[in-house]
């Protein structure tokens, strides 16, 4: 294998913040279930249905914005930095408008959604409960992405780690008051977890732009100049961001079909997959950095014109990211029930949550293979090949899901394990497509 010019303390010095960034990200996830593992079981597993929903929502604006990071990249390796406000700027212009349609959607069509694909009356209201007030943060959270889109592309990340650190001391600090009724505030419930993770997300928006203000050449970028929208440009950016934004949104709505179907299981069935999906996520943390850095330095490499490099930069990413998942699941094999402790003190619900716990402490390392190896198909720009990658893999994903969730007296621990099936496919499929596809010139 040819080596690369990358070392590890640059791709260390690109993931790593991220990485914290999004350790107190799931600090917003662990506290609501924490929380709400404490109100009851009900409203777990509606925090459960409707924060997957929410997620796989916010999912196109997400993926929209790994599209336009993969473009910043470009440009910055290709010495155009004055492009990269203008993209930044079409790119907000898009998540904007994306927000506010779905928005109005969710309004218009959620009730009739959850009426029709739940069986439990009492999650179906506690569900609806949750969304009316969390949908609202798609506005924000959208215009969120934007920035992270231009942080990450440069490379200059810290800033991601600051930014969620005061949306996660918000949160906490909300949940708190707002589920409780604590400092004087009414007793909201599962509608205060919803309500708390708005204002986090408002508190996050606020804190990026007086950074970028305050901390950022804007004229060395072409920052905040909001020149006249050009459908040229636009048609270039979303020739790549939507093949990404339709790629996330399929991803997290294979994980909303999985809940439906395990919400047909039982409540019991249903809590302990909110439990195991929130500590899945904690274990999944490095990869959000990792993926990231993949996708910025293979597309930074390419705009150097340094394609032999590639795969290389992608295996190094791998090797990191493998010694930091380790890490992890060495906590949940050693001790299980202290963590499954953290979200709920009902003893027959920690011990009926012991063994999806150790199936997902196994896929944790296949995801991480999958995810960074996928991650190096994506940053070369081949986005549509990575969203037919992506759409092949979830249906197989979604078709199992409900096979091993139908039978005849179906354990949770079992459905669990396709998490290792999607990672081992999915990073089988992209790594032949490294090695032999057609990618190298590829203009963007």
Not at 23 to 28: P, S, T
Not at 254 to 278: H, Q, Y
Not at 351 to 373: C, K, M
Request: charged content about 15%; some cysteine.
């Amino acid at each position: 294998m040819i080596k690369t010019s990358v070392t590890y303390k640059e791709i260390w010095k690109i993931a790593y913040p991220i990485i914290l960034g999004s350790i107190v990200q799931n600090i917003i996830s662990v506290t609501d279930t924490a929380f709400l593992g404490r109100v009851g079981e009900i409203e777990l597993g509606a925090a459960a249905i409707g924060g997957v929903f929410y997620i796989t929502l916010i999912m196109l604006g997400f993926g929209f914005s790994i599209g336009t990071q993969i473009i910043v990249a470009r440009r910055y390796g290709e010495n155009k930095q004055n492009e990269i406000g203008k993209t930044i700027e079409h790119s907000h212009y898009f998540l904007i408008v994306l927000s506010i349609l779905l928005i109005f959607l969710m309004r218009a069509f959620m009730p009739f959604i959850f009426e029709n694909v739940l069986e439990s009356d009492q999650v179906k209201k506690a569900t609806n409960e949750y969304l009316t007030y969390r949908i609202w943060g798609l506005f924000f959270a959208c215009i969120n992405f934007g920035f992270r889109a231009f942080y990450i592309g440069i490379a200059r990340t810290k800033v991601i780690t600051w930014t969620t650190l005061f949306m996660a001391l918000t949160n906490v600090f909300l949940d708190y008051t707002l589920i409780f009724g604590n400092f004087g505030f009414p007793e909201y419930g599962i509608a205060g977890a919803a309500i708390a993770s708005v204002l986090a997300e408002i508190a996050a928006c606020i804190f990026f732009i007086m950074y970028t203000l305050k901390f950022v050449d804007l004229k060395y970028f072409g920052l905040f100049e909001f020149r006249n929208f050009s459908f040229g440009l636009f048609k270039r950016i979303l020739t790549v961001a939507f093949p990404m934004m339709m790629q996330n949104f399929i991803s997290l709505a294979g994980w909303f079909f999985f809940f439906l179907f395990v919400e047909k299981m039982g409540e019991r069935p249903l809590a302990i997959s909110n439990i195991i999906r929130s500590i899945f996520v904690v274990m999944l943390i490095p990869i959000w950095g990792f993926n990231s850095a993949t996708n910025t330095l293979v597309s930074f490499a390419i705009g150097r014109e340094r394609t032999n490099e590639v795969i290389s930069i992608v295996f190094k990413v791998l090797k990191l990211g493998i010694v930091c998942v380790v890490c992890l699941v060495l906590v949940n094999l050693i001790i299980p029930e202290k963590v499954l402790s953290i979200y709920t003190n009902n003893g027959n619900l920690i011990q009926d949550s012991l063994p999806a716990l150790r199936v997902v402490t196994v896929a944790a390392l296949f995801l991480t293979s999958g995810f960074i190896l996928f991650s190096g198909v994506s940053g070369t720009g081949m986005t549509k090949v990575s969203f037919l990658i992506e759409t092949a893999v979830i249906i197989f994903y979604v078709a199992l899901a409900y096979v091993l969730s139908s039978l005849d007296n179906a354990k949770i621990a079992y459905v669990w394990t396709i998490e290792i099936y999607y990672g081992s496919l999915i990073g089988i499929i992209s790594y032949f497509y490294l090695r032999f596809g057609n990618w190298k010139n590829k203009r963007i």
